[in-house]
């Protein structure tokens, strides 16, 4: 495939971590911050292709991973109504809430449905006027566009029987927790190249000067990955904090104006909760009150409650970075894909789900260790 | 986040909030919305994400990408050299 | 409205209805319904001697020898999907199943679940393909059963197929009998059926349509034991795809597979759908292609005679067996990196993550 098959070449991956072995002289830490990202690095083990001096942190990158364990409790209830179809994303099938996953609620007999497009999801509100459609709006800036032009379309068609639950997160305000914690280890990160597709790399200038962290916007694939790791380290040897883009062909430093103004007409920005780190400022998008008619949270009345998390789920320092999957005593044994703890554990895209499947052999888990 | 694949526009129809394309990955093809390119044309390669696009592949920068690979490889083969 | 199943005769009932277009609870009743049912849909289709007797059970002749013995059970949803149905992979299924034993099919059962209210036409259709499928596996089935659910207990059309066959050869054809040293040869490109089959469920439909890749396979396996190959181990690439295949096979006989990525073919439209979709065609079902263990210095005329079949004409070595790591399945990446291949939890689901 084209614009794919040459950025997962041997040759020039090889020729990448070379170039990035000649010059690293001192220890880095880098994190990338997208669940696409971390999925290519343990996919393609790219972390094996560098040398033992840079380490990589899985940053918060998984917007399926913190999405608040209330939310997806909301959700579960909504979907087990009789009137409701549920539509989402794969991804968010198998996340846990308090008791039980969209999976299970769908076994017990609820109309759940897995869409490729949000405007999937509106189409069936269209041929089925007698119940209620309701679409999981989860996801990055990435996303954001499609679902904002969804609710958008139901407005301007007059679909009253569709509404959205909305569970978007920001990327640069996840960045500043980061690096602004006390425990922050992070030297220079990857910025998400499709979140930056959309909103541009702007944003991150501030975050680089402030903070004096160099941000490399990047791509993907394993080739892609691998250059933003270069540009980054080479950013760290010669003591710059610039931010620079390795995802050229197809990030441009104002991002995509059309998605973005389609953003702004539907969302508001609002503080959110991300699950395992937190309340941040200004994080995340909510409807505007033009729209505030398909807010699925207003309309099924599933409003404000609080849901305590699992005690022994560490998912929170996993997506700060500070703390790797087999470092947590219940990796592989007590929290597995199977039965999670935890939204890192179930999400493809989760560190720990990504580390459980491709890395859970070569290495016991360091908590068993350290015991025996 | 996220998945987002390149894809070649093989049609395009209607306009602002309702263009739409007929996009083939490797052979598929898939509708997919256009409305946040309206530069994209038939026979562009666009990124799309979700059923909508969300750029325009820049074939020159993508030249200029796998050019510095190669010019990487080769500087890498000259100091390997005794 | 009285359970038609308790009247002996419709000729009693004062409004008989004879003409059906839909599945009832009294074609399973054993009554006339279910007779009518029988003569008019399914034995024409599978016509052959053993059936037509309409006996209780088939008896066959067959000469010295090993049996094999098989079943399956189809539930597959949608029943029907591009390039089949699940007739098709009733009859396919089980026939691979069998030749995976390195035998040659002898015949076939067939046992239906019927949901109350499923189409008669729907019913025609999937036997007229089992009755294709058979032709085509050059067996027969020579014996069934039908049954009617209640409306809501079943999913339309459910298939059980179990399947004997005749192995004449001596050798043991098992994960026990790998040996470090095996070339592992895989028959063809991967991931169609579960394209095909994800396309439909979850209703993503592209332009260009995706066939599934059901197809028999005893040729080319009976071609490998006629030349005089060493077969040590065959396993067809059915759910959880050729990764699962694979680690099952790893785990069985504790020690290791080692494949190359560069090596799997994989269509090109069967790539395009994966990224779409997020999926790892590593692990999409396939109902047409197999894996095969064979000694190391056997293996290019293995590859041979495999390619001089249509199913297997694309048959590649993809990698060897060693003695450790013990039990695990390593991949060498397309960038050259290697990574130890683990099971999937459940099924694989789209993904926009």
Redesign the interface.
């Known amino acids: ?4 098959d ?1 950025y ?9 971590a ?2 990035i072995a ?1 010059i690293t002289t001192k220890p880095w830490s880098i994190m990338e911050v ?3 990202q971390t999925h290519s690095i ?5 972390d ?2 560098l040398p033992k001096y840079i380490t990589l942190l899985h940053g918060p ?4 991973c913190v999405t608040p364990l209330e939310l997806i409790d909301k959700a579960l209830q909504i979907a087990a109504r009789p009137e409701v179809i549920f539509c989402s ?3 968010m ?2 996340v846990p809430g308090s008791g039980g996953d969209l999976f299970s609620v769908k076994a017990k007999g609820a109309d759940v449905r ?7 999801a509106l189409k069936i509100a269209r041929d089925n006027p007698l119940r209620q459609v309701v679409f999981f709006a989860v ?2 800036e ?2 954001a ?2 679902n904002a ?1 969804a609710v ?2 139901a407005q ?1 068609q007059k679909i009253p029987n569709f509404s959205v639950l909305v569970s978007h997160v920001l990327v640069p305000p996840a960045i500043e927790a980061i690096l602004s914690a006390p425990d922050n280890r992070t030297q220079g990160f990857l910025a ?1 190249g ?2 930056c ?2 909103m541009g790399f702007e944003e991150y200038l501030p975050l680089a000067r402030k903070y004096h962290v160099p941000i490399v916007v990047t791509g993907f694939e ?2 892609d990955i691998l ?1 933003g790791i270069l540009m980054c380290v080479e950013q760290l040897e010669q003591g710059r904090a610039e931010v620079e883009n ?1 995802y ?5 430093r104002e991002g ?1 104006r ?2 973005q103004e ?1 953003m702004a007409r539907v969302f508001r920005v609002v503080a959110r909760k991300w699950r395992g780190v937190g309340e941040i400022p200004n994080s995340g998008y909510s409807l505007r009150e033009e729209f505030a008619a398909y807010d699925a949270e207003a309309r099924f009345g599933v409003a404000g409650y609080h849901v305590d998390e699992d005690s022994e789920c560490i998912s929170g320092q996993v997506l700060r970075g500070v703390k790797k999957p087999q470092e947590c005593p219940a990796f592989g044994t007590r929290c ?3 039965r999670p703890l935890g939204a890192t554990m179930v ?3 989760g560190a720990c789900a990504a580390y ?7 290495q016991t888990s360091i908590a068993a260790e350290k015991r025996s | 986040m996220c998945l987002a694949v390149p894809g070649k526009i093989l049609d395009v129809s209607g306009s602002d909030t309702s263009r739409t394309g007929t996009v083939s990955f490797g052979g598929v093809s898939k509708e997919a919305c256009l409305t946040f390119v309206p530069e994209a044309k038939v026979g562009d390669y666009v990124l799309v994400h979700a059923g909508f696009a969300i750029s325009v592949v820049d074939e020159a920068e993508a030249a200029q990408t796998l050019e510095y690979f190669r010019q990487i490889g080769e500087l890498g083969e000259l100091e390997e050299k005794p | 409205m009285a359970d038609k199943s308790d009247l002996p005769f419709m000729v009693s009932c004062p409004a008989p209805i004879t003409n059906q277009d839909f599945v009832t609870l009294a074609h399973g009743g054993g009554g006339r319904m279910m007779h009518s049912l029988l003569e008019r849909v399914v034995i024409p289709a599978f016509g052959n001697q053993p059936l037509e007797s309409r006996h209780d059970g088939a008896v066959m002749k067959i000469d010295k020898g090993r049996l094999a013995f098989t079943t399956d059970s189809y539930v597959v949803h949608p029943l029907f999907f591009p390039g089949g149905d699940i007739g098709t992979l009733a009859v396919t299924g089980t026939v691979n199943d069998l030749a995976m034993c390195g035998a040659r099919p002898l015949c076939l059962s067939a046992g239906f679940i019927l949901e109350e209210g499923l189409p008669i036409s729907t019913l025609e259709r999937v036997v007229a393909s089992m009755a294709h499928a058979a032709k085509a596996a050059k067996v027969n089935i020579v014996t069934g059963d039908t049954k009617v659910v209640d409306r809501g207990k079943g999913d339309g059309l459910f298939v059980n197929t179990a399947g004997i066959g005749i192995v004449e050869h001596d050798l043991v054809i098992a994960p026990t009998s790998v040996r470090p040293g095996d070339a592992i040869l895989l028959s063809g490109d991967v991931g169609r059926h579960g394209v095909a089959i994800m396309a439909v469920r979850e209703g993503l439909q592209f332009e260009t349509t995706i066939e599934t890749d059901c197809a028999p396979l005893p040729d080319p396996v009976l071609a490998l034991l006629a030349a005089g190959i060493e077969v040590h181990c065959l396993r067809d690439l059915t759910r959880g795809g050729l990764a699962t295949t694979l680690i099952e096979i790893a785990e069985s006989s504790r020690l290791h597979v080692g494949i190359r990525e560069r090596d799997i073919a994989i269509e090109e439209n069967v790539c395009g759908a994966c990224e779409i979709l997020g999926l790892d065609p590593l692990y999409l079902a396939n109902e047409g292609r197999f894996v095969a263990f064979v000694p190391g210095a056997q293996a290019e005329r293995a590859l041979q005679i495999l390619r001089g079949h249509p199913v297997s004409a694309t048959a590649v070595r993809i990698g060897a067996v060693s003695e450790s790591p013990a039990a695990l399945v390593t991949l060498q990446s397309r960038i050259g990196t290697k990574r130890i291949l683990d099971m999937h939890s459940g099924e694989q689901l789209p993904r926009i993550c």
């Not at chain 1, 343990?42 to 790219?46: R, S, T």
């Not at chain 1, 459980?356 to 070569?362: A, K, P, S």
């Open positions: 495939m084209k614009f794919v040459e997962r070449d041997q040759a020039k991956a090889e020729s990448l070379q170039t000649r997208c669940g696409g343990v996919k393609y083990g790219i094996e292709l990158g998984c917007p399926v994303f794969g991804d099938l198998r897995i869409v490729y497009s949000p405007l999937d996801g990055f990435t996303t566009p499609a032009m958008f379309q301007a998400a499709h979140v597709t959309v394993p080739v250059q390795q050229a062909r197809s990030v441009q995509n059309p998605a389609l597995t894909p199977e999400s493809s895209e459980y499947q491709y890395r859970r052999h070569e």
